[in-house]
C-alpha cells in the first residue's frame, strides 16, 4: 500500500497481490485497477507517478496520462523498497531476495528516470533495503542523518 502526497489516493495490492487499485480517498471511489503483479509501492513526491515491482522488474506508471512509461529490470531480485528522489529524477530499488537462489540482496540500485539507465549500484548496504533514503529533510526512514 502506497499513500499519494496530497494524502488523496491511496494505490492498494489486492486479489493475492495481482490487482493494483488506486482509490480516490476524497469521493471514496475506484479511480483505476490494473491488472497486474504488485509488490512493493512507491509515489513520487510531485504525486505524478507511481512506481511498483513485479518479480523480474519495476513499472512506472505516469498517473497524469494514465500510461505505464517504463519498465525497469531489476536482475532477477524481488524488489524489497522504492523511493523516489526529492526531484523526481531518481528512483532507488533496494532488493531483498535473488528469485533463483533465494540468497539475500541489499544492494541498493539507483535509477536515472529521464534516461531509464541505472545510475549507480551501491553493493551491499550492510542492513536491511527498508532503510532506503527517502529525501525528506535529509533524514533516512530509520530516522538517522545520513
Not at 482509490?23 to 511498483?52: C, I, Q, Y
Not at 532477477?76 to 523516489?84: D, P, S
Not at 533495503?129 to 545520513?146: F, I, K, L, M, N
Request: hydrophobic share 40%.
Amino acid at each position: 500500500m502506497a499513500v499519494s502526497p496530497d494524502g488523496k489516493t491511496v494505490a492498494i495490492a489486492g486479489n493475492s497481490g495481482i490487482i493494483l487499485c488506486l482509490w480516490d480517498l476524497e469521493n471514496h471511489k475506484v479511480k483505476r485497477t490494473l491488472s497486474t503483479p504488485v509488490g512493493v509501492m512507491a509515489f513520487s513526491r510531485d504525486g505524478k507517478m507511481l512506481a511498483w515491482n513485479t518479480i523480474y522488474y519495476v513499472q512506472l506508471w505516469d498517473l497524469e496520462a494514465d500510461k505505464l512509461i517504463a519498465k525497469i529490470e531489476t536482475d532477477k531480485h524481488f524488489t524489497q523498497c522504492l523511493a523516489f528522489s526529492p526531484d523526481g529524477k531518481t528512483l532507488a530499488v533496494a532488493g531483498g531476495k535473488d528469485a533463483e537462489t533465494h540468497a539475500s540482496d541489499t544492494t541498493i540500485r539507483l535509477w536515472d528516470l529521464g534516461a531509464l539507465a541505472p545510475k549507480r549500484v551501491d553493493g551491499d548496504a550492510k542492513g536491511s533495503p527498508s532503510r532506503v533514503a527517502r529525501g525528506d529533510g535529509g533524514r533516512r526512514q530509520d530516522g538517522q542523518d545520513r
